[in-house]
């Protein structure tokens, strides 16, 4: 082939190349563009089915102007109260004991970060009056999380992590806070229990507490094993078990949390049990119902409960008559474990709904944050003060269907009735 047509041989092999590369351009651009154009129809398709809510649909800083900060910067102790079951001076007393501390100098765990990442607390969503807001906000409610969005203005994956976090460093808190502690009367504090009791039912000498069995309704389970061990027959559902004890002040002195609800109320008690044997005195006793059994001969004494149904009376009239004189205080008495139970689930509405099954530790720690705060409360905002302001709001009008009828009750209804969405106008 000659020179010439050589060179023009080979600018048509450039020409071919050059034509080829601009193709494979355009081709690029379109399948860019026509994945573009896929994910916006994807995102258009679920925008339209979304359940959820995204920054646009939410007040645009969480920190300033929201339903929960204009009631914070109101500090009306009523309005702390109805929603997170402590007035302003005793939020800040928790929020000051440890809470804010450890909210500003741990990392929030998440997935996409490292453990040992250095916290930066001021680029949060909520600083820590915030976080002690979210999550009482959240113990002492039914609603959903979408309502706690809507009152925080943070969107989905923020509220269940901070939520998650704020409960951790809550119970840590609580261990701390001397008013938020479990304790076992020691020495005189058996006999200024009893005082209390001996006012009001003479015949009661030695009585220092109730105790009684409750059960929370928990999620069911898709493992067999699970699913027997949560299942009551008797109540014919799937509950997790505590057994809790009162004093005559009102606070929760023992208490055994999340046993399996197929396990019967006196072996729930073991350990209280054993305290009533090694660490309670001579001539005391906690009342109990007839569901307890007097234990054995080693705690003989130390439990009373009324009379069963078809037990054999004295013959003799008068001591008949003294028996059943004492068995009417006794179940008088009884009522006040009652009006415990009422405060601990009328308070935190959480104990309200089916409670998760899969999580055996968090939901033992949400219960233990939950009985701690109640023993905070009675400490902190004062028994009195919370018979005068719960009770109306618990007993009057709809309030008073769901404790007559709250078995009855679907858990959809109870929100309807959830003070704290009422409180916030939320529907």
């Given at each position: ?243 809790l004890s009162f004093s005559a002040q009102g606070l929760i002195i023992a208490c055994r949390l999340n046993a399996p609800g197929s396990w019967h109320d006196s072996r729930v008690a ?84 089916p409670l998760e099954v899969s999580y055996i530790d968090k939901r033992g720690d949400l219960l233990e944050t939950c009985v701690r705060l109640h023993n905070a409360r009675t400490e902190m905002v004062g028994i009195n003060q ?42």
């Amino acid at each position: 082939m000659e020179p010439e047509e050589l060179l023009f041989v080979e600018g048509i092999d450039e020409d071919d190349d050059e034509g080829y590369i601009h193709q494979l351009a355009i081709l690029g651009v379109l399948i860019y563009a026509g994945a573009d154009e896929s994910r916006r129809l994807r995102s258009e398709r679920r925008r339209a089915h979304r359940t959820y809510l995204v920054r646009d649909d939410l007040l645009p800083n969480p920190r300033l102007n929201t339903p929960w900060q204009v009631m914070y910067d109101g500090q009306n102790d009523r309005a702390f109260i109805t929603t997170m079951g402590f007035d302003v001076a005793s939020f800040q007393c928790i929020l000051h004991a440890g809470f804010a501390e450890l909210w500003c100098s741990n990392p929030i765990p998440r997935n996409d970060t490292r453990q040992m990442a250095v916290p930066r607390p001021a680029r949060r969503s909520l600083d820590p009056a915030g976080a002690l807001g979210l999550v009482l906000h959240y113990l002492n409610s039914t609603m959903r999380e979408v309502s706690l969005m809507q009152i925080f203005a943070l969107i989905p994956s923020t509220v269940s992590r901070y939520i998650r976090f704020s409960l951790d460093i809550l119970l840590l808190t609580l261990k701390q806070l001397p008013e938020g502690r479990i304790h076992w009367p020691d020495g005189d504090e058996f006999q200024e229990n009893n005082d209390l009791i001996v006012a009001r039912h003479p015949l009661l000498t030695g009585a220092f507490g109730t105790m009684d069995g409750l059960n929370l309704a928990v999620q069911t389970s898709d493992d067999q094993e699970i699913e027997n061990a949560t299942y009551n027959g008797w109540l014919h559902d799937h509950f997790v078990s505590s057994v809790l004890s009162f004093s005559a002040q009102g606070l929760i002195i023992a208490c055994r949390l999340n046993a399996p609800g197929s396990w019967h109320d006196s072996r729930v008690a073991q350990p209280i049990y054993e305290k009533l044997r090694t660490q309670t005195p001579e001539g005391y006793y906690l009342v109990t119902d007839t569901a307890f059994p007097r234990g054995t001969s080693q705690i003989a004494g130390r439990i009373k409960a009324p009379i069963k149904e078809g037990q054999r009376l004295p013959l003799d009239p008068l001591e008949r008559q003294s028996l059943l004189a004492f068995d009417r205080q006794l179940l008088s008495f009884r009522q006040s474990t009652e009006w415990g139970m009422r405060s601990l689930q009328g308070s935190f509405g959480r104990l309200r709904v089916p409670l998760e099954v899969s999580y055996i530790d968090k939901r033992g720690d949400l219960l233990e944050t939950c009985v701690r705060l109640h023993n905070a409360r009675t400490e902190m905002v004062g028994i009195n003060q919370i018979r005068t302001v719960y009770m109306p709001i618990w007993k009057a009008d709809e309030q008073e269907e769901i404790w007559a009828h709250f078995e009855n009750m679907l858990f959809g209804e109870q929100r309807e009735k959830d003070r704290v969405s009422r409180f916030h106008h939320i529907y």
